[in-house]
């Protein structure tokens, strides 16, 4: 039996016109990487992203986030935020 330990698994909810992501939304989802861009998102909390385990890859850019506050136990090693509304 052979384990292929190196799969990845990416999430792409983009272009959807999402305004809103409900808070743990993506708990205890194991993926690598999550694609959010293109939406409509004006607010991202700490649970908004509360459990999401192993994600490394997180991109929200080309949407109207004006507030951001990530959770510090996210592993996230690149983050997309271009295109928003943040100062």
Same mark, same amino acid.
């Given at each position: 039996l052979q384990i292929l330990s190196n799969l990845s698994y990416q999430l792409t909810i983009s272009n959807k016109n999402f305004r @809103? +992501?409900?808070? %743990?939304? %993506?708990?205890?989802?194991?993926?690598?990487?999550?694609?959010?861009?293109g939406n409509q998102i004006e607010s991202v909390n700490r649970r908004t992203f509360a459990n999401l385990l192993n994600c490394s890859y &997180?991109?929200? @850019?080309?949407? @109207?986030?004006? $507030? &951001? $506050? %990530?959770? /510090?136990? &996210?592993? +996230?090693? $690149?983050?997309? &935020? /271009?295109k928003n509304k943040l100062k």
């Open positions: @809103k +992501i409900m808070d %743990f939304s %993506f708990q205890n989802l194991a993926i690598d990487t999550l694609d959010l861009s &997180l991109y929200l @850019k080309n949407n @109207k986030i004006s $507030e &951001l $506050e %990530f959770n /510090s136990e &996210l592993s +996230i090693t $690149e983050l997309d &935020l /271009s």
